[in-house]
Structure formats: structure tokens, C-alpha cells
């Protein structure tokens, strides 16, 4: 349960660099802060998202094929 809240200084354009990662990490920003502050790894697979669409439509044709 998420019931404190935290509150830093923190120059704009490392603010926009924590943003960016965030997004890039597909996490919010609470998430991405929190996950690298207690020292827990962070993945990001550029074109995952590609991937994963051209497996739902090789698994529909599939399906369509032989179902």
C-alpha cells in the first residue's frame, strides 16, 4: 500500500532524463524511481512491443488455420 509521499529538489533537464527513462522502461515514474532505488534491475527490449504483436497474429492465423 502506497501511503507516503516523498518529496525531492531536482534540476528540470534530470527530471526530463528520469521521465524519458521511465517511459522508455514502460513504468511510471513512481515505479521506475522506486525500482532503482532499492537497487532491482530494470529491462527494456526495444521492438518488444512488435514482437509481441506479430505473435498475436501468427497465433490467430494459427488458430484460423487449424482451429
Avoid at 517511459?23 to 524511481?33: G, P, Q, S, V, W
Amino acid at each position: 500500500m502506497k501511503d507516503r509521499k516523498m518529496s525531492i529538489r531536482i534540476s528540470e533537464s534530470d527530471l526530463q532524463k528520469i521521465h524519458n527513462k521511465a517511459d522508455k522502461a514502460n513504468l511510471t515514474l513512481t515505479e521506475y524511481i522506486t525500482k532503482a532505488c532499492l537497487g532491482k534491475q530494470i529491462f527494456v527490449v526495444d521492438g518488444l512491443d512488435e514482437i509481441i504483436r506479430q505473435q498475436k497474429l501468427k497465433s490467430n492465423c494459427n488458430t484460423l488455420q487449424y482451429g
